[in-house]
Structure formats: C-alpha cells, structure tokens
C-alpha cells in the first residue's frame, strides 16, 4: 500500500495511538477516505470482543465508498456483501452496516455494545444516530473512526469536536493528496471557483453557506442557454408534486453520448391545483410529445406513493413504455455539489423553451445553511431538474 506523506502523518498517530474518536476532515479526493480502507481491517482483526459497525448516509453509500473499494482491494472472501439483515461479513467478524439518514435508524443500535465503529460522511448523518452511537462505545478500549466533508462551523459533528479532548482530527486538503495530477487538481478547483463549495472541498474548511448557490450561472445564465438537442441518446423524467404553495414540475433532462453534456429538454410547471386524473393525463402527455429522445424512466417525489402508483397505472394504460420509480432523493447538498460540478465543467445545459428551469438555477440561494424554500423561489423545478438525474450521477461523475 502506498500512502501519501499525509496519510502516513495520520496513520501513525491514529494507529499506535487511537483516541476514542478518530475523524479525518477535509477536501474531497484528498485521500482522507483510501486510508481507512487499511485502517478499519487493521481495527476489526485487532478488535477485542464486542460489536462492530459500519455507518454511513445510507447502506448504498456505505457499499460504494467504503465496502466496494475494500474488496478490490483485499478480495470478496474477505470483504463480503451487506445482507437483508443489515449484516456485513468483514476480515472474518460479522459487523453491523448501517445507514444514518434518519433517526430512527438509532433504534437498530439500542442495546449494543460497540469495541469498534466506522463512520463515513458523519456530516451527513442524522443526529440522532451518532448520540446513540456514543452511547453504544461503552467498552474502556472502544475505538471510532470516520470520515467528512466539513460544514459550516455551526454544524453539530464540528460543535462536538470543538468540545471534546478526546478526538484526533486530521485536516486534508486537496493538496495533501500527492497522487493527483496538477491537470485534475486544477480543473476541480475551476469548476468550484467562487462558491463556498471552494472552501469546503479544496480546502477543507468549515464554511457557511451564503448567496447564489450556482454563481457562474446566475451571473450569465444566457450561457447556459441552448438549443441544441443533437446527439441526445436518452432521457428521463422528474416529476415533483405539488402542495400548500409549491407547484407540480415535471423536467425532462437528455443524455448525450458518454454523457459529455446533461440538457434540460422540456418542463412543465403548474401552480395551479390539479385533480390525481389531471396530473395522469398531463405527464402522459409530456411523455408522449418527447418519446423521440428514448424516454424511459419516470422518477417520482417518494413522499406521495398512492399518486405514484396512479400514474404508474395510468401509463401503462397508455401502453408508454417507461418504468415509474421512487426518487432517490439524495441530500441536497450532494445534489447542488452535482449540478456545481456540471455548470462548472460547462456540461450542463437548459432548452431555451424551459424559462421555469433556468430561472429555478439563476435564483437559487442559501438560507444559512439550507437551500431557500419559502415559497419565493422555485424550488419545484429544481427538485424534478434532480429527481430525474440522481440515478445516474455518480455514472456522469464517473464518465467526466
């Protein structure tokens, strides 16, 4: 294994010498995380009696950030694969894998006793489960380790740091990562230029969040203005229903080969109350006027399943040939820091025919940490905009 001159720094301080708490933080691709890919086998083969977990935002990517790289490493008879039970076989120890979106996940801990614990992007977590898994670290040799992204400062998980004297934080920046070529470094610096996201993933910085949320296009939004729809290979469709002062959005967001560029095709958006029957009849419609781009897949807000699954009838009683699924709905923040990385790598486009979408970019702002969603700004278009490309994010990602 090779390590860079940073990696080693914490290696051996955090390995010979654990505190209860071992947190690396800092900038993405800094290599925070590929030192815990040798850190927690090392921790499970020396571990003591007791249990073992692993936590992340979600089981999904737990597997994609921690487990998946492991096994390439290390082989499938030594990492296995996260069961119906919520089990993972790891180094011979069968461990707890766990997702820490919500708070009721804290239950599946009660009752636990942890020698050791793992936690990927804790910033992300909700609180609730890393009060319980304090709780759960009961053992006097009782070790964790984890991973983030920094937030901003008022952020709970960095409250906690700044209170304990038990815990080892090592910050990496994007410099710390000596395996990065310049080329990449520099173009990934590009594309977060004048965002606070600057801060926090080159960085490595608690920041707050302010402003416009996507500032190169809100100062020229005509230059993500397109007409072009040539080479498009595949679309999906995001639908967003409305409520109480929001409005009912459908977006329709094309491919092209290799996924070079992301182009907003079509939208609808509607303020006005419409019936279960009217909202069938009118995506089936948007469906059918763009069935020349290979729509496929129908991603629906999973907050309103008895409307899903009418549309989901209603389609097929159209004979359309798209399957109907819940949105992914990822947290925002992971969303906005997508759709940052594809204005800023001019990959992403709108159809000069959807002036709701452009507007829901250009007027997107940070209520202190959040996005605005007060009614003064159309976030309806924006959720549709990302229910339609969530499934293939880390596939672009991957691509570009």
Same mark, same amino acid.
């Given at each position: 294994?090779?390590?860079?001159? /940073?990696?080693?720094?914490?290696?051996?301080?955090?390995?010979?010498?654990?505190?209860?708490?071992?947190?690396?933080?800092?900038?993405?691709?800094?290599? /925070?995380?590929?030192?815990? @890919?040798?850190?927690? $086998?090392?921790?499970?083969?020396?571990?003591?009696?007791?249990?073992?977990?692993?936590?992340?935002?979600?089981?999904?990517?737990? %597997?994609?950030?921690?487990?998946?790289?492991?096994?390439?490493?290390?082989?499938?008879?030594?990492?296995?694969?996260?069961?119906?039970?919520?089990?993972?076989?790891?180094?011979?120890?069968?461990?707890?894998?766990?997702?820490?979106?919500?708070?009721?996940?804290?239950?599946?801990?009660?009752?636990?006793?942890?020698?050791?614990?793992?936690?990927? %992007?804790?910033? =992300?977590?909700?609180?609730?489960?890393?009060?319980?898994?304090?709780?759960?670290?009961?053992?006097?040799?009782?070790?964790?380790?984890?991973?983030?992204?920094?937030?901003?400062?008022?952020?709970?998980?960095?409250?906690?740091?700044?209170?304990?004297?038990?815990?080892?934080?090592?910050?990496?920046?994007?410099?710390?990562?000596?395996?990065?070529?310049? +080329?990449?470094?520099?173009?990934?610096?590009?594309?977060?230029?004048?965002?606070?996201?600057?801060?926090?993933?080159?960085?490595?910085?608690?920041?707050?969040?302010?402003?416009?949320? @996507? $500032?190169?296009?809100?100062?020229?939004?005509?230059?993500?203005?397109?007409?072009?729809?040539?080479?498009?290979?595949?679309?999906? *469709?995001?639908?967003?229903?409305?409520?109480?002062?929001?409005?009912?959005?459908?977006?329709? *967001?094309?491919?092209?080969?290799?996924? /070079?560029?992301?182009?907003?095709?079509?939208?609808?958006? =509607?303020?006005?109350?419409?019936?279960?029957?009217?909202?069938?009849?009118?995506?089936?419609?948007?469906?059918?006027?763009?069935?020349? @781009?290979? *729509?496929?897949?129908? @991603?629906?807000?999973?907050?309103?399943?008895?409307?899903?699954?009418?549309?989901?009838?209603?389609?097929?009683?159209?004979?359309?040939?798209?399957?109907?699924?819940?949105?992914?709905?990822?947290?925002?923040? %992971?969303?906005?820091?997508?759709?940052? +990385?594809?204005?800023?790598?001019?990959?992403?486009?709108?159809?000069?025919?959807? $002036?709701?979408?452009?507007?829901?970019?250009?007027?997107?702002?940070?209520?202190?940490?959040?996005?605005?969603?007060?009614?003064?700004?159309? *976030?309806?278009?924006?959720?549709?905009?990302?229910?339609?490309?969530?499934?293939?994010?880390?596939?672009?990602?991957?691509?570009?």
């Amino acid at each position: 294994m090779k390590f860079t001159k /940073k990696q080693e720094e914490v290696w051996l301080r955090t390995v010979w010498e654990p505190k209860r708490w071992n947190i690396s933080v800092g900038a993405v691709r800094s290599g /925070k995380t590929h030192l815990d @890919y040798y850190r927690i $086998p090392y921790r499970i083969l020396h571990a003591g009696e007791g249990g073992i977990a692993l936590i992340g935002n979600t089981t999904g990517t737990l %597997e994609r950030n921690i487990l998946a790289p492991m096994r390439r490493i290390f082989g499938e008879r030594r990492v296995g694969r996260i069961g119906g039970s919520g089990k993972v076989r790891l180094f011979g120890r069968t461990c707890l894998a766990l997702g820490a979106y919500t708070a009721n996940a804290a239950d599946k801990l009660r009752g636990m006793s942890l020698v050791y614990c793992y936690g990927d %992007e804790i910033t =992300t977590w909700n609180r609730a489960v890393f009060d319980m898994v304090k709780s759960r670290l009961d053992r006097r040799e009782s070790v964790f380790d984890g991973s983030c992204n920094p937030d901003c400062p008022t952020h709970w998980f960095k409250t906690f740091l700044d209170n304990t004297d038990q815990a080892d934080v090592a910050e990496f920046t994007i410099e710390d990562n000596t395996y990065l070529s310049r +080329g990449f470094i520099d173009t990934l610096k590009a594309e977060y230029a004048g965002t606070v996201l600057y801060d926090r993933y080159i960085l490595g910085q608690w920041k707050a969040a302010e402003g416009a949320v @996507y $500032p190169l296009l809100a100062n020229a939004p005509h230059e993500f203005v397109t007409d072009d729809t040539e080479g498009i290979m595949c679309a999906d *469709v995001g639908v967003d229903f409305g409520g109480t002062g929001s409005a009912t959005a459908f977006s329709l *967001v094309g491919y092209t080969k290799g996924y /070079k560029r992301i182009v907003t095709l079509d939208e609808y958006y =509607t303020k006005a109350p419409i019936t279960p029957a009217e909202l069938e009849r009118d995506l089936a419609e948007f469906i059918r006027r763009n069935e020349r @781009y290979g *729509v496929h897949d129908v @991603y629906c807000d999973s907050a309103e399943q008895l409307l899903i699954r009418g549309i989901r009838n209603a389609l097929a009683r159209e004979r359309l040939a798209v399957e109907v699924h819940n949105a992914r709905k990822l947290p925002i923040s %992971e969303r906005i820091r997508f759709y940052t +990385g594809m204005i800023g790598q001019r990959r992403f486009f709108i159809h000069r025919n959807c $002036p709701h979408t452009l507007e829901a970019f250009a007027s997107a702002v940070y209520d202190g940490e959040c996005r605005l969603d007060d009614g003064t700004v159309n *976030v309806d278009s924006l959720d549709a905009q990302e229910y339609a490309t969530e499934a293939r994010m880390r596939e672009i990602i991957d691509r570009g």
